[in-house]
């Protein structure tokens, strides 16, 4: 399986009134033909800030963007907008956003939202850019009669399906799900990810699917980033990272998700995330950690574990 | 429908709900062409200090029903009967001045839930203005709720603005304003859903502390059922406006008898790797229209397991063995 | 943080707006000109000089402002010349009192009172003779002379002025036996003595021969003080078509002599008036009356009616809106309904036929603007709008579970969301009372009492100001109204930006 996607030293500030926000420090991961990594972490911890790094979708106060982002073989970081925009975005690399239901624009029909992309990046003609669209809509499990219908027709899972169907229909490599099913019902979630997992068997596409639910999470990862306070405190398989988390992070955090089937018993991390306008000296987490050392003043390094298993702890690190 | 409370036990119960119906009528042009019945037909009990949870999708009924029974939205047909007083048959004024102060809300969005123009301190000031609670005695519970919700030193909560805490603060301060007046009943609408996830278990441990030091019940309306699970003693499952199950918490999760609660736990995954591997098994089709609900059993459409009887006979709540009530003909 | 505090920083973060700063800078001033208007004449003494032409009098009409001739370069005169032989300060002036005579001596004025005895019977004779210097650059608008007379006989008189080149005039001469005032004006037909002895004096002295029918049109007051020389060199040159009228400076004696009369007991006095050409900070009017006194108490009058008109508008607003939206239902539908009707009445031709029907003193006034710009305001809807998206909010709901009152909610839950949009509204809005005001009055619309700008542009768009070329009369309420607008309009944008940010800056 070839790589898609290696992101190394992904460096992300914004520029604010009271400073630079650091909102992702040292990211780094790579991602396969046909896997899905999951970023994982509460809110404001990053995960969105560095999906939206990758794609470059940016506001207009960032201070620095930095690193190596390697899409499909291309080096990325350093490319104009005008370039990333002609050859990278929405044709490698696509984006489902948080509350996409209402992305879609009400006066215009389904049909016509799938055929754009097509059409205007691609300069396909259009009756072949509407075969694609009949034959993408069926896919994300839609009748193809809705094809003609406007959004406002179509029910909240629908149009979350059809926004996926637009990421869908370049045929990227690669595509950024960012709270795709939050705000669903269970069983439209659930019909949804079932929808998700069969795209990604039949087409061989990549995910990387951004939630704050970690449960769901797990429905699509094969491995797991976990994300605090703007850097990747942990990342490995997701047979080790949910079973047996190792940054003292990581522990917290999936050991305060309740569980249906099991009787364990749930933690809490006491305290809150910091500021990533002036985060802690050293080790980010050090304020909340309950193994925090003197050692955990110095930035800890990312440990390499195994052949894809990191963590940034001193914990696991050299004495 | 059976009923099995005798009087006696409808007094021992803290709050009784009977038969209630929530239907919103739908207007076109001064005439009314239609309702939908947003809770239509719901019964069950509540004792004291128990917490219940009210478990459903969105658009079941949950969260009307939590109005109703607060006095919020205004009852169809049925009867709300707290401590042997049915308040829906209680003048308004009565309502205002004496229900209210028995029963709390916990909103689900903590920022929402607070008046911006106003501090903490008057925030949690204004329920006891209204019920008349003595001056020396406000400062008093107010500095000591801030403590109970672990805001401390509550001093320095006390001139800061809603928009200065953070959502999980907030919420405990919304905490805070429910328990002000002691009150006997608090209904939680999803009060943690919009927290982080390592701080949902945190407000919902220190909010069962309350609940046991002050023996209060509680309504805990949530779609999570794994929340629901940690924090409520018995669960109630509402579809389409409709109780279709009541048991204990743990053993309606680990053995659902109606096909939708079935349905809805196998659906809702742990962290588990395997989960990526495998298709989940779904309900097809979607709720029914609450406007016109199909005759039978409103689930008949959807259910794995249907039968002739359910597409045309609306199935009673069935006592089982085990304190379990299912609205299934599978168990008559 | 406290009440007084956040107001304090509120001013601090308006101060950096430099719209704001001059919005309040125009403020104080009209305030300030509001305190002096009340301390220099209090309200009921206003109106009644205002309204008091005698009081007017001896002013310069249609005066332009005194600032002007820093503009013009020319001397101009401010206010009038007034010789009145009866305005005797003792300690500047010599008095000669015996049981004949009684002389009064005091440079500019000399006035010899006398009983004489002639062919038997007595006689009270008067001389009065005025000395003005004179060194204007511009003539007088208008002039009269005024014989002020207590007698029973009749009075013989003869009025005279000597001009500095030497030229003596005759202004007039008559006999009355009451007191009574003659303009130094053209006849409106015919010639009068002063303009006939005036061509008899150029002939005599010139030999020129002046136009008669020219001479019939130059008011005798402009004869008095022409620059002679001037004239008739000109007139010779042009062969009659050009009649040249500089000022001649220089001193000048009125005489007032050849005055008798048997009753013994008379007392005769003389008071020439010779009107200005500027006066004052604003000018005046056609009566002659101060502008600055009308724009000086216009501007309180301005600042209440606005202020007051907007506060209480927007208030019965957003109470209107408050119970409209709260309650909904049926009390909505009737309240929209209402308001959609008033909002049909037109509300000009309304408050005319009131006024027509009624009269109106400036507060009945505002009874009537006030419940129609409320009921038949956009104002309403848009609040309403407002008070409805509030009403769905979390913590509308949380008053309702713990048992707050309709009325708490509204006053204490609702009302205070709106006002950050409220107070910037009123401020701005109170200009567009304030023109209202003006233009009901140049309606005539308007308080028969009160001194307003509008009343003040009404009365010069009446008396045809701007064809007359009486330019500052217009002006000075016009720009009085503009720059009050402007500073409300100002403070009130400004307070729109801070408590309405729209765009937060990361």
Same mark, same amino acid.
């Given at each position: 399986m070839s790589e898609v996607l290696r992101v190394e030293r992904l460096k992300l500030y914004y520029r604010t009134m009271s400073g630079p926000v650091k909102a992702v420090e040292d990211a780094y991961f790579t991602l396969r033909e046909k896997e899905t990594i999951a970023l994982i972490g509460e809110s404001g911890c990053g995960k969105t800030s560095l999906a939206r790094a990758i794609i470059r979708f940016l506001p207009r106060n960032v201070q620095e963007l930095s690193g190596s982002v390697v899409i499909d073989g291309v080096e990325t970081i350093n490319m104009s907008d005008a370039e990333f925009n002609e050859k990278?975005?929405?044709?490698?690399i696509t984006y489902v956003t948080?509350?996409?239901?209402?992305?879609?624009?009400?006066?215009?029909k389904v049909v016509d939202h799938l055929i754009e992309p097509l059409v205007i990046n691609f300069k396909v003609p259009k009756s072949e850019a509407v075969e694609r669209a009949r034959e993408m809509i069926k896919s994300v499990g839609i009748p193809e009669d809705f094809l003609w219908r406007y959004p406002f027709e179509l029910s909240g899972g629908m149009r979350q399906r059809v926004v996926i169907a637009l990421s869908l229909i370049t045929n990227p490599k690669i595509v950024i799900l960012d709270e795709p099913t939050s705000a669903l019902d269970v069983m439209t979630q659930a019909n949804i990810l079932n929808m998700l997992k069969e795209i990604r068997s039949k087409r061989g596409v990549s995910y990387i699917f951004i939630t704050h639910d970690i449960a769901v999470s797990s429905?699509?990862?094969d491995k797991v980033a976990v994300m605090y306070a703007g850097w990747i405190v942990e990342l490995g398989p997701a047979e080790k990272v949910y079973v047996d988390p190792l940054h003292p992070y990581s522990k917290g955090l999936l050991g305060s998700v309740p569980r249906l089937r099991s009787d364990r018993e749930v933690t809490f991390i006491p305290g809150t995330p910091p500021s990533l306008i002036n985060p802690p000296k050293g080790c980010r987490f050090r304020p909340r950690c309950k193994y925090a050392t003197p050692k955990c003043e110095e930035v800890p390094p990312i440990i390499k574990l195994g052949s894809e298993e990191y963590v940034r702890c001193w914990l696991y690190g050299e004495k | 429908m059976e009923r099995s409370e005798t009087p006696q036990e409808e007094r021992e119960e803290l709050l009784v709900v009977k038969d209630l119906r929530v239907w919103h009528p739908v207007r076109r042009l001064f005439t009314t062409v239609g309702y939908i019945r947003a809770v239509d037909g719901v019964s069950f009990s509540v004792p004291r200090g128990k917490i219940v949870a009210i478990v459903g999708e969105s658009g079941c009924g949950k969260t009307t029903l939590a109005r109703a029974i607060m006095g919020l939205v205004p009852v169809t047909s049925g009867s709300i009967i707290f401590e042997g007083k049915d308040v829906t048959k209680l003048p308004r004024t009565v309502v205002r001045r004496w229900y209210t102060r028995q029963v709390g809300l916990v909103q689900q969005d903590p920022y929402a839930a607070m008046p911006p123009f106003m501090n903490i301190k008057t925030i949690l000031e204004e329920p006891m203005k209204i019920h008349k609670v003595p001056k020396e005695e406000r400062m008093k519970r107010i500095i000591n709720m801030l403590t109970e919700v672990g805001l401390t030193p509550p001093e320095d909560f006390l *001139?800061?603005?809603?928009?200065?805490?953070s959502g999980g603060q907030l919420q405990r301060v919304a905490i805070a304003r429910a328990l002000v007046l002691y009150p006997k009943l608090v209904l939680a609408d999803e009060p943690v859903s919009m927290l982080d996830a390592s701080v949902r278990i945190e407000i919902l441990s220190m909010f069962k502390e309350l609940q046991e030091k002050y023996k209060m019940s509680v309504l805990y309306i949530t779609h999570d059922f794994a929340t629901a699970k940690y924090f409520s003693s018995e669960i109630m499952v509402m579809y389409a406006g409709q109780i279709v199950e009541i048991g204990d918490t743990r053993d309606v999760i680990r053995a659902p008898k109606h096909p939708y609660t079935e349905a809805l736990i196998s659906v809702l995954p742990d962290p588990d790797p395997q989960n990526r591997f495998t298709l989940k098994k779904t309900l097809p089709g979607e709720p029914p229209n609450l406007m016109r609900p199909p005759p039978g059993c409103r689930l008949s459409p959807r259910?794995? *397991?249907?039968?002739?009887r359910c597409k045309t006979q609306e199935p009673p709540l069935l006592e089982l063995p085990g304190n379990r009530k299912v609205k299934c003909w599978l168990y008559a | 943080m406290s009440r007084a505090k956040r107001t304090l920083l509120l001013l601090k973060t308006a101060m950096h707006f430099k719209g704001f700063v001059l919005g309040v800078a125009i403020l104080l001033v009209f305030i300030g000109l509001s305190v002096y208007a009340a301390v220099t004449w209090p309200f009921e003494e206003a109106i009644r000089i205002w309204n008091n032409p005698a009081y007017w009098e001896d002013y310069p009409k249609f005066a332009s402002p005194a600032w002007i001739s820093l503009f013009t370069g020319r001397k101009e005169i401010e206010g009038s010349i007034i010789l009145d032989s009866t305005m005797i300060n003792p300690n500047k002036c010599d008095i000669y009192v015996n049981e004949t005579h009684n002389i009064v001596n005091c440079g500019w004025l000399y006035k010899e009172v006398k009983i004489v005895q002639r062919a038997g019977r007595s006689l009270l004779t008067v001389n009065i003779n005025f000395t003005l210097n004179y060194d204007y650059d511009v003539m007088p608008t208008a002039g009269d002379y005024r014989l002020i007379v207590n007698t029973k006989d009749r009075v013989f008189y003869y009025l005279s002025v000597v001009k500095p080149n030497g030229l003596e005039l005759l202004i007039d001469k008559g006999q009355t036996i009451t007191s009574f005032r003659g303009a130094l004006i053209a006849p409106p037909e015919g010639i009068s003595l002063a303009q006939r002895r005036y061509i008899e004096l150029i002939n005599a002295t010139y030999g020129v021969q002046l136009d008669p029918a020219k001479i019939a049109r130059i008011d005798p007051v402009i004869l008095i003080f022409v620059d002679d020389d001037l004239l008739v060199k000109k007139y010779v040159e042009t062969n009659g078509s050009v009649l040249e009228i500089r000022p001649l400076k220089g001193t000048y004696v009125f005489k007032f002599y050849r005055v008798e009369t048997m009753d013994i007991n008379a007392t005769i006095d003389l008071k020439i008036v010779f009107y200005g050409t500027v006066y004052g900070v604003a000018g005046t009017d056609k009566q002659g009356r101060d502008l600055f006194m009308a724009i000086a108490w216009g501007t309180p009058i301005a600042i209440a009616f606005g202020l007051t008109a907007s506060v209480v508008t927007s208030l019965l607003t957003m109470i209107i809106a408050a119970i409209s939206a709260w309650y909904a239902g049926a009390l909505d539908n009737f309240i929209q309904r209402v308001n959609e009707i008033f909002m049909i009445i037109p509300f000009l031709p309304t408050v005319i036929m009131i006024y027509l029907f009624y009269g109106l003193t400036l507060w009945t006034l505002l009874l009537v603007i006030i419940p129609l710009s409320v009921l038949g305001g956009g104002g309403l809807k848009s609040m309403r709008a407002m008070f409805f998206q509030i009403k769905e909010m979390g913590y509308i709901e949380a008053a309702r579970a713990y048992g707050a009152s309709n009325a708490r909610i509204i006053f204490k839950y609702m009302v205070p969301r709106v006002i950050p949009v409220l107070i910037p509204s009123i401020v701005t809005a109170i200009p567009s009372f304030v023109f209202l005001e003006a233009a009901l009055a140049i309606l005539g619309i308007a308080d028969p009492r009160l001194i307003t700008w509008g009343k003040v542009l009404q009365e010069a768009y009446a008396a045809a100001a701007l064809q007359g070329g009486y330019y500052h009369w217009i002006l000075a309420p016009a720009v009085s109204l503009f720059l009050l607008s402007i500073a409300f309009a100002s403070i009130g944008f400004t307070l729109d930006k801070i408590f309405n940010p729209r765009l937060r800056e990361l």
């Open positions: 990278i975005r929405w044709k490698k948080q509350a996409a239901i209402s992305s879609l624009n009400p006066v215009i429905e699509l990862a | *001139y800061k603005y809603p928009h200065m805490l259910c794995p *397991y249907v039968m002739e | -």
